[in-house]
């Protein structure tokens, strides 16, 4: 089972559908390889910006998720990714008090490694735009810019929101 | 190594330790069984409730999750879950104008399954309350009463936020 395993990956590579397939992973920002997966990702929090009419899920890996729920978040253990995902107000059909997901503005990711980013924080900054994810590439400083408010709550702004325990 | 957990197992199970680990799930709402894990269940939409000054978010089990980035939710397919977990509005504290989770206030769900729950429409309802997650007892109706303005949607007011896709 093992053997047929391999060889069909080997004629999947061979015929081209493996670098075809790696095309369509979205190309990094900042230098940061975009990390696939964090649409299925668990949730840290919540929030609803009435400044700019937005709605966010703040999802984490699971390192990030286990010391939120833990709250040991300051600071952040070592491989914690955040992701700040972004909507467009809008307002439910059903529920016109009830401010829901419009469209969709883009995905915004923190990458806590001490040593590989000790010029910025200590985090990487990076961001996809978009549904097609662009790699957004005009730096680091617009995102640490915004976030030295809370440069003392290790350069986060989010508060884990309460969970019941796992049980 | 098989053999080993087996028997570790086996005594975890002779020294009650076991049955103190399922005493800790709740109880049953309504006749159904806690969904275990959902803490860690994947995003479908958030809300923000501006009638009672709560914020959502709306997690999926596997099934419901594919079948929300997929768009194929009315019907919602058989053995769809879908959890709303609320709390109380408050306000960031390093960034006044963002809305974020406060007190935890409950989790609800809807279980879709035509046959065993055809006379709630489909679904079956549920909800725990509190950090304790103390089951509701009140009936579905008050969950099916609310919910009567959506019935043509398959009885869920969640429109899916749009994702992008997974690469």
Redesign the interface.
Same mark, same amino acid.
């Given at each position: 089972m093992k053997k047929i395993r391999i060889l069909v990956l080997g004629l999947l590579a061979a015929s081209g559908w493996g670098a075809v397939a790696s095309e369509?992973?979205?190309e990094a920002s900042h230098g940061i390889e975009?990390p696939?997966?964090w649409? %299925?990702?668990?949730?840290i929090?919540?929030?609803? @910006?009435?400044?700019n009419n937005t =709605? @966010?899920?703040i999802?984490g890996n699971e390192i990030a998720?286990k010391a939120a729920?833990s709250g040991k978040v300051n600071p952040w253990p070592e491989g914690s990714i955040l992701g700040k995902?972004v909507?467009k107000d809008t307002e =439910?059909? %059903?529920?016109k008090?009830?401010?829901?997901?419009g469209?969709?503005v883009h995905?915004e990711f923190m990458f806590k490694d001490s040593n590989k980013y000790s010029k910025t924080y200590g985090w990487g900054w990076a961001r996809?735009v978009? =549904?097609?994810?662009e790699p957004f590439k005009n730096g680091a400083q617009v995102c640490t810019s915004c976030h030295t408010?809370?440069k003392e @709550?290790d350069w986060v702004?989010?508060?884990p929101?309460?969970?019941?325990? =796992? %049980?």
């Open positions: 369509k992973t979205p975009y696939s997966g649409q %299925n990702w668990s949730t929090a919540v929030s609803h @910006r009435t400044d =709605l @966010r899920v999802l998720v729920r995902v909507w =439910l059909e %059903n529920w008090t009830a401010i829901a997901p469209d969709f995905a996809w978009g =549904l097609e994810q408010p809370v @709550r702004f989010t508060d929101a309460p969970f019941p325990a =796992l %049980n």
